[in-house]
């Protein structure tokens, strides 16, 4: 990655921790860029897996807390797929929803949401005002429509 990429990177971060205000420590910088990174949300043990892989020492404690400080300031966002285990995700994403494969357990991101047309819908026939919504999708993917 180039040192300018990496410097604005990290000052992204700085920001988001100082917005909320949120001491910066290396395990909380190191949680947010996880998150910020992957593609899809992430449970507290792969958080721990990467970072190990990353050389940073956190016990689960310290991770759990960290992700419960981030998840009540609304820094993430918590996804419940369903599963035994919470799913956690960086909340200044675009809208968008999951798709999860209920055979291989393959989770897509899919954007184009076109949930707010129908809030519209509900506001202008009852008047109730939607603040957000919280959508996912279960079902089997392209490959494993195959085995059933
Ligand atoms: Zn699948
Ligand atoms: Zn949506």
């Known amino acids: 990655m180039q040192l300018s990429r990496i410097m604005n990177k990290i000052s992204h971060l700085l920001d988001d921790l100082h917005k909320y205000s949120l001491k910066v420590t290396p395990v909380r910088l190191n949680i947010l860029n996880i998150l ?29 807390r960290t992700i419960n400080s981030f998840s009540k300031k609304g820094l993430i966002k918590e996804v419940n797929l369903g599963e035994s285990k919470m799913r956690y995700e960086y909340s200044g994403r675009q809208d968008h929803h999951h798709l999860l494969c209920q055979r291989c357990g393959e989770i897509e991101d899919i954007y ?17 005002q939607i603040r957000h919504h919280d959508i996912e999708f279960f079902g089997l993917c392209r490959q494993c429509q195959k085995y059933e």
């Open 112 to 128: 184009n949401c076109k949930i707010n047309l129908w809030e519209k819908e509900i506001l202008n026939t009852t008047g109730f």
């Open 36 to 64: 910020l990174e992957s593609d899809k949300p992430l449970d507290s043990s792969s958080i721990k897996l990467i970072l190990n892989r990353y050389g940073v020492k956190a016990d689960r404690a310290t991770i759990f």
